[in-house]
């Protein structure tokens, strides 16, 4: 080493000690880096982190789920460096720019059939909120001022500003500041995991089950319908909630009840969307058509914040009115439809268009699901499942017994630790451990994954 350069571990430690000095890290209980040490970060590329030390790190969680192509890919980054050569911001409120023009062409082409206007904000919760009062206003607009409330699921998470956190039911977020929130009503989940109560008994198909369970379902929607603005779900997949699964089919009979009853569908589709579960988006699975679709993380790989959400005809079209009605939808943010960002979700598609990446999704998920085999006999795994590119491993103390390991015991934050150490990132969901990785991991790095991810819940379940 150069004696004038500076030593990398004490520039690593320099910098972790300042950003516990001023920064209030996200989902975290700061006291807790008192003995659990924040991991510094000075590059990144493709599937891999790297610290100022040079020791490198598998990302396999995308970061938060949004490097769906890997960290700085070529494709992107060229698009967003062209487009800081000639635009960096512009308000979007009576001006527009290229980028969010053909970014919005592009979108109405790939998205279901009818989805044809784009309303941009700044991060997943705000694509909520917007679909939130766009819906109440609607139902405003076109003389049903009565239907103000919403429709959640049990288990769900959309997001944590206010709006968004009042229509999900995920305890550990809500709680705390329910006496903010508007009161939604409940849906049962269709989560199809053998660890729920009264859930999918041994031999149950998840499409039996998620048919079971939806006439449960249908039966709240009727006798709410007159009050009801919409209903929102995040399709096949409840992400926070433990990466809980269920059939398509639940949606599909959801989006028939929705028509029927005059309630709007909202779609989360902030951590599922662009190919995670398979197809571009989980709604494919079922062929519908949300009346609202909610987009951002993966619409950039990673890159830059944007989210979108988007509508139909027949919604514009009850806002669009001589301004003295009052009826324009007058939500928004300083950085909508950021050219820069809007150039990084361009670079985005492009990368898509290069080739078949559903097949190559569904591919690499195959392989995790093989590469996890000893994992479905485990003493104490309850249940492996999959859908996609992601693939989750609920942990408990007795399967059998559908008995969960206590909260308090941390188990999921050593299996966290474990990985670290062994050069991996997982950051589990309490006692469920999670692979969510870019699409451009390699076969070689499924298979270091998942050795170090059953090595994870060994150490995660010793007593």
Same mark, same amino acid.
């Given at each position: 080493?150069?004696?004038?350069?500076?030593?990398?571990?004490?520039?690593?430690?320099?910098?972790?000690?300042?950003?516990?000095?001023?920064?209030?890290?996200?989902?975290?209980?700061?006291?807790?880096?008192?003995?659990?040490?924040?991991?510094?970060?000075?590059?990144?590329?493709?599937?891999?982190?790297?610290?100022?030390?040079?020791?490198?790190?598998?990302?396999?969680?995308?970061?938060?789920?949004?490097?769906?192509?890997?960290?700085?890919?070529?494709?992107?980054?060229?698009?967003?460096?062209?487009?800081?050569?000639?635009?960096?911001?512009?308000?979007?409120?009576?001006?527009?720019?290229?980028?969010?023009?053909?970014?919005?062409?592009?979108?109405?082409?790939?998205?279901?059939?009818?989805?044809?206007?784009?309303?941009?904000?700044?991060?997943?919760?705000?694509?909520?909120?917007?679909?939130?009062?766009?819906?109440?206003?609607?139902?405003?607009?076109?003389?049903?001022?009565?239907?103000?409330?919403?429709?959640?699921?049990?288990?769900?998470?959309?997001?944590?500003?206010?709006?968004?956190?009042?229509?999900?039911?995920?305890? @550990?977020?809500?709680?705390?500041?329910?006496?903010?929130?508007?009161?939604?009503?409940? =849906?049962?989940?269709?989560?199809?995991?053998?660890?729920?109560?009264?859930?999918?008994?041994?031999?149950?198909?998840?499409?039996?089950?998620?048919?079971?369970?939806?006439?449960?379902?249908?039966?709240? =929607?009727?006798?709410?319908?007159?009050?009801?603005?919409?209903?929102?779900?995040?399709?096949?997949?409840?992400?926070?909630?433990?990466?809980?699964?269920?059939?398509?089919?639940?949606?599909?009979?959801?989006?028939?009840?929705?028509?029927? =009853?005059?309630?709007?569908?909202?779609?989360?589709?902030?951590?599922?969307?662009?190919?995670?579960?398979?197809?571009?988006?989980?709604?494919?699975?079922?062929?519908?058509?949300?009346?609202?679709?909610?987009?951002?993380?993966?619409?950039?790989?990673?890159? @830059?914040?944007?989210?979108?959400?988007?509508?139909?005809?027949?919604?514009?079209?009850?806002?669009?009115?001589?301004?003295?009605?009052?009826?324009?939808? @007058?939500?928004?943010?300083?950085?909508t439809g950021n050219p820069l960002a809007c150039a990084a979700a361009l670079g985005t598609l492009a990368v898509f268009d290069e080739c078949n990446w559903m097949a190559i999704v569904r591919g690499l998920g195959q392989l995790m699901w093989t590469q996890t085999a000893a994992l479905r006999s485990h003493p104490h795994?309850?249940?492996?499942?999959?859908?996609?590119?992601?693939?989750?491993?609920? =942990?408990?103390?007795?399967?059998?017994?559908?008995?969960?390991?206590?909260?308090?015991?941390?188990?999921?934050?050593?299996?966290?630790?474990?990985?670290?150490?062994?050069?991996?990132?997982?950051?589990?969901?309490?006692?469920?451990?999670?692979?969510?990785?870019?699409?451009?991991?390699?076969?070689?790095?499924?298979?270091?994954?998942?050795?170090?991810?059953?090595?994870?819940?060994?150490?995660?379940?010793?007593?």
């Open positions: 080493m150069n004696p004038t350069s500076p030593d990398p571990a004490n520039a690593a430690s320099d910098l972790v000690s300042r950003s516990r000095a001023v920064v209030w890290h996200p989902c975290t209980q700061m006291k807790d880096h008192e003995w659990l040490p924040l991991v510094p970060v000075a590059k990144a590329e493709g599937v891999w982190l790297e610290t100022p030390d040079g020791k490198r790190i598998l990302d396999a969680v995308s970061s938060w789920w949004t490097n769906i192509f890997g960290h700085r890919h070529p494709v992107i980054v060229e698009h967003v460096k062209r487009q800081l050569d000639t635009l960096d911001h512009v308000m979007l409120a009576g001006f527009t720019h290229e980028p969010v023009v053909s970014l919005s062409e592009k979108l109405v082409a790939l998205t279901p059939k009818g989805l044809s206007r784009c309303c941009y904000s700044d991060n997943g919760s705000s694509a909520v909120e917007v679909a939130l009062k766009m819906s109440h206003h609607y139902w405003r607009n076109t003389g049903k001022p009565e239907k103000t409330r919403f429709a959640t699921l049990t288990n769900s998470y959309h997001g944590e500003t206010l709006g968004a956190l009042a229509v999900g039911d995920t305890g @550990l977020y809500r709680d705390t500041y329910a006496p903010l929130l508007l009161t939604p009503i409940t =849906l049962p989940s269709p989560d199809c995991s053998l660890m729920q109560d009264g859930g999918r008994g041994p031999g149950e198909s998840w499409e039996d089950y998620s048919r079971r369970r939806f006439s449960d379902a249908r039966r709240i =929607l009727e006798a709410h319908a007159e009050t009801l603005s919409a209903v929102i779900i995040e399709p096949l997949l409840q992400c926070a909630g433990g990466m809980r699964m269920y059939h398509a089919v639940w949606i599909k009979l959801l989006r028939e009840a929705c028509d029927e =009853l005059g309630i709007h569908l909202i779609a989360d589709e902030i951590a599922t969307g662009f190919g995670r579960t398979g197809h571009m988006f989980a709604c494919d699975h079922a062929n519908i058509t949300p009346d609202f679709m909610c987009l951002s993380k993966g619409i950039t790989g990673g890159t @830059l914040p944007l989210a979108v959400t988007m509508t139909n005809e027949r919604v514009y079209e009850a806002f669009y009115d001589d301004y003295a009605t009052g009826k324009a939808f @007058l939500h928004s943010h300083s950085y795994v309850a249940e492996v499942r999959q859908q996609g590119m992601v693939l989750a491993v609920e =942990l408990a103390a007795s399967p059998h017994q559908r008995k969960p390991y206590p909260a308090g015991e941390r188990r999921g934050l050593r299996a966290y630790q474990h990985a670290l150490d062994k050069g991996v990132l997982l950051r589990p969901l309490g006692n469920t451990l999670y692979l969510m990785p870019p699409y451009v991991i390699t076969p070689a790095e499924i298979g270091r994954l998942c050795e170090v991810l059953t090595e994870a819940v060994d150490v995660a379940t010793r007593t």
